[in-house]
Each structure stands twice: as C-alpha cells, then as structure tokens.
C-alpha cells in the first residue's frame, strides 16, 4: 500500500546522543517531522518512525493494536541505545504516551522525556461503549489538523476505525497505570487550546510521574498538532535546551535552556 505524502519515516544519524520521535494515533511522521529536522540539523542521531497501520489508508489502522505500536517503538528505541551513549524520547499526542510507556519500562536507558499535548485518555462520551460499538460501527469522524496556523495541515485519516480507538483506550488505560514508574526529566508543552487532547491530560500526566525535574510551558497560540502550528520552533528550540542541559554533549558551545519553568507561559 503506497504511503501518503510526507509519511515516509525519518531518520539522520549524527553525534552519540539520540532521539526517539514518535507522532500521533491517525497521524504520521509528517506531523512531527519539523520537530525531528530541527534535532537532527543540530547533529543529534534521530529516529522518526511510522507506526503500524498509519500513513497510507484508515483501513490498515482497523486490524492494527497498541501492541503494535508500541513494538515498533521500542524496536527503534533499542536501536539508537545500542549506536548511542544518551538517548532521549520525544512524541505528540499518543506518541507522547508511546514515550511516557518506554520511559516507564526502560528507566535509566533514556536520559529525558519531551512531549507535546500527551494523550491520557480518550474523552468521547462513547469511548465507555467502544467495547460493544466497535462491532456495529466500523468507524467516526477523523480528528487530524486541529491547527490553528493557516495553511498548515497535517496528514492523517479523515476516519478513525473505532477497533483502533478501542485499542488506544486500553493503551491510556495501561500507561496510566504505569505513570509513577517514569522517573526522568520530564518536559510537557501543552496546548490550552487543544480540541482533541484537552489540558487535563498534561495534567493528569504531571500529577503521576515520580519525576523530580519536570518543566511544563504553555503554547499559547496553537492546537492539537502543535509541531506544525505557530509554536513549533519554540518546541524545537525548548527541546533542544531541554536536551542540551541534560546531555551538554549534545552542544559542546553550551545552550541555555529557555521558557522551562514549570506552569511558565
């Protein structure tokens, strides 16, 4: 099945420290390569893959589940441990879950977290009934390109197969569970606007990590799909710093991290 424009995985290797970037559930590496791009061209060894079942028709999606996922993930994350002395995990959305999940389960072998508007659950008021209703009705509404920049679009499905949905519930569901097991630098950006992963799920992410180093800015003129929307370079730029301080090897003319204070505009 040929892949949609821009979904073509992503990946650049540069200096020992790595970074693992994951996108969203529907979506793919084209939401989130900006933010990879900016890494790399400032020579971290960076890997952006596409999860299964995204990137070329919804219907690839339907028969895919979070293991799946989530495999693929740490497939890439064993990968950059073994070429890398440091590595770092970065994703939006569900693939800031994906990143929280390899946080929790790898412990010391990632040095730092970064994500944008981390996905904790999924707030339809029919998600209770997906259990049942993912046999009567194959599919909904597509949540892709919540931006707030005009032109800007992200490439994703214009459905969401309610067997995946259901599959993402039990994933947040999981992940919740294993949140006080993520014990790295944590940085949380999120959107006070977002019409698809409301604040409460940073919030609720903040509340259980055991992190003691944890920053969280507000990205007050974007989305959901932030990486490609007004804020995307102070993303990029904040989780350079972010990397940087963690890693100054991974700058060795030393950076200063900017708006990192927790609750910090």
Not at 126 to 153: F, M, N, Q, Y
Not at 181 to 197: A, I, K, Y
């Amino acid at each position: 099945m040929p892949l949609l424009p821009g979904a073509e995985p992503f990946r650049r290797d540069g200096g020992e420290v790595g970074v693992l970037v994951c996108h969203g559930f529907t979506g793919s590496p084209q939401s989130v390569r900006p933010w990879a791009e900016h890494l790399a061209d400032r020579g971290l060894t960076v890997a952006l893959p596409l999860l299964p079942g995204h990137g070329t028709r919804w219907q690839d999606l339907a028969v895919t589940t979070w293991q799946d996922w989530y495999a693929e993930v740490d497939r890439e994350l064993r990968a950059l441990s073994g070429r890398c002395t440091k590595v770092f995990v970065c994703g939006l959305s569900m693939g800031g879950a994906l990143a929280l999940r390899l946080a929790a389960r790898h412990g010391d072998a990632i040095s730092g977290v970064a994500v944008v508007n981390p996905a904790n659950k999924v707030h339809d008021a029919a998600a209770p009934l997906l259990p049942v209703l993912r046999h009567l009705v194959r599919t909904t509404k597509g949540i892709a390109s919540d931006i707030a920049k005009p032109g800007a679009e992200e490439v994703g499905y214009d459905r969401v197969p309610l067997h995946a949905a259901y599959s993402l519930r039990r994933f947040f569901q999981q992940v919740d569970s294993e949140l006080p097991g993520v014990t790295q630098p944590l940085l949380v950006m999120t959107s006070p606007q977002d019409h698809v992963v409301p604040p409460a799920d940073s919030e609720r992410i903040l509340s259980r990590v055991s992190s003691t180093d944890v920053r969280h800015t507000l990205l007050e003129r974007s989305y959901h799909v932030a990486t490609l929307d007004h804020d995307a370079e102070r993303i990029a730029e904040d989780t350079f710093a972010f990397i940087a301080r963690l890693a100054p090897e991974a700058a060795p003319g030393g950076v200063e991290e900017g708006t990192a204070a927790r609750g910090g505009a």
